[in-house]
Nanobody, 122 residues
């Protein structure tokens, strides 16, 4: 069984910073794509940032220059450093990973974290 556990959400003032973490555990052989998405009430989940196994990053235009995604492959962990936070960044943030399982046939599966709330006060 594979599990993604997020941490680091919370309340921050506008202009402040937060760092989100998401660690994968279980019978994992390799992790390809890691990413962060966010979702507001009644809204679709939207891409925030992704990072490939080779380190290539992709950002939503709304966060480019303020957020930084990184990964630690030895720890099966992805991070999202969020700086200069704005009120419109307040959402539930979800991590996402595509991975292959140990002892499996090389099929890639997608997994979501449980979500962590980010609240920005103005």
């Amino acid at each position: 069984q594979v599990q993604l556990v997020e941490s680091g959400g919370g309340l921050v003032q506008a202009g402040g910073s937060l760092r989100l973490s998401c660690a994968a555990s279980g019978s994992i052989r390799s992790i390809n794509l890691m990413g962060w998405y966010r979702q507001g009430p009644g809204q679709n989940r939207e891409l925030v940032a992704t990072i490939s196994s080779g380190g290539t990053t992709n950002y939503a235009s709304s966060v480019k220059g303020r957020f930084t995604i990184s990964r630690d492959n030895a720890k099966n962990t992805v991070y999202l450093q969020m700086n200069s936070l704005k009120a419109e960044d307040a959402d539930v943030y979800y991590c996402y990973m595509t991975l292959t399982k140990a002892g499996g046939l090389g099929v890639e599966y997608g997994y979501w974290g449980q979500g962590t709330q980010v609240t920005v006060s103005s």
